[in-house]
């Protein structure tokens, strides 16, 4: 696994959004697997700047999101679809049918979960898999316990990530407790994973992921059994490793 240890959260976005630039001009259809939560905003930001300074398209490339709540339609404003439309797709000019997120309004939910398996499967996995992490290890929403051969499937979140995603929902009570979410095994299929970590909350997690075991508890932990995983940290989410780890 490489890590590339940054200074802060600024220079994190910055790393990520030059590797993913990189991949994007690489090549004349690209995969995509995109994340959402607080820590790739930077990212996205960063590649907009670049969309709007320089002028680098995103017509080639398609993408695949990591997962959506049950119960929201994709206009929603608190959906992950409206997230994406708002940091990315609509201001880099992705076409919106190259761009694929679970639909967690979907009637059948099992249908709808082995539909999006098949997509990916169909690509033979994405050329670059972009991921953030939970404060319990989580990555998508492979919650601690996930099986590491699970496909996309439908999740009950746990305390501690409803705690720690309540303050993206105005109203508590409309906060949903389930998701769709890739399967570990289907985000192992990537050719290529990079995992952002910004900020002292997510030191154990990085540590339990550098350090510890290779453990269904913590479900990062799978990324080591991958052979084209970096991680770009900020020295905050390192503190951990650093101390004890070395
Ligand atoms: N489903 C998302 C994950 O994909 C994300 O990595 C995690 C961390 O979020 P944040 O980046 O806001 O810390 O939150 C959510 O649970």
Do not use: W
């Not at 995992?195 to 990085?206: C, I, N, V």
């Not at 991958?226 to 490793?241: C, E, M, P, R």
């Amino acid at each position: 696994m490489k890590i590339i240890e940054v200074a802060d959260y600024e220079e994190m976005s910055r790393v990520s959004a030059q590797i993913i630039l990189e991949k994007v001009k690489s090549k004349e259809r690209v995969t995509l697997g995109l994340a959402t939560g607080s820590t790739p905003l930077g990212t996205y930001k960063e590649l907009v700047r670049d969309h709007e300074e320089n002028g680098t398209r995103f017509d080639h490339v398609h993408t695949y999101n990591l997962d959506e709540y049950v119960g929201l339609t994709s206009s929603d404003p608190e959906s992950y679809h409206s997230y994406m439309c708002e940091h990315l797709f609509n201001r880099v000019s992705i076409p919106l049918d190259q761009t694929n997120i679970p639909n967690g309004s979907a009637e059948e939910l099992l249908q709808e979960c082995l539909r999006y398996d098949s997509l990916i499967e169909s690509i033979g996995g994405v050329d670059l898999q972009l991921l953030g992490i939970g404060q319990n290890g989580h990555i998508g929403f492979n919650e601690p316990g996930t099986s590491f051969s699970s496909k996309t499937h439908v999740v009950d979140l746990t305390p501690s990530t409803l705690e720690a995603n309540a303050e993206y929902f105005t109203d508590l009570s409309k906060q949903p407790t389930r998701a769709l979410t890739m399967g570990i095994s289907i985000i192992l299929q990537s050719k290529e994973i990079l995992l952002l970590a910004s900020g002292e909350k997510k030191q154990d997690a990085l540590f339990h992921l550098l350090r510890g075991e290779i453990t269904e508890t913590v479900p990062a932990s799978a990324l080591n059994m991958h052979g084209n995983v970096t991680i770009i940290a900020d020295s905050q989410a390192l503190k951990l490793v650093n101390s004890l780890g070395k």
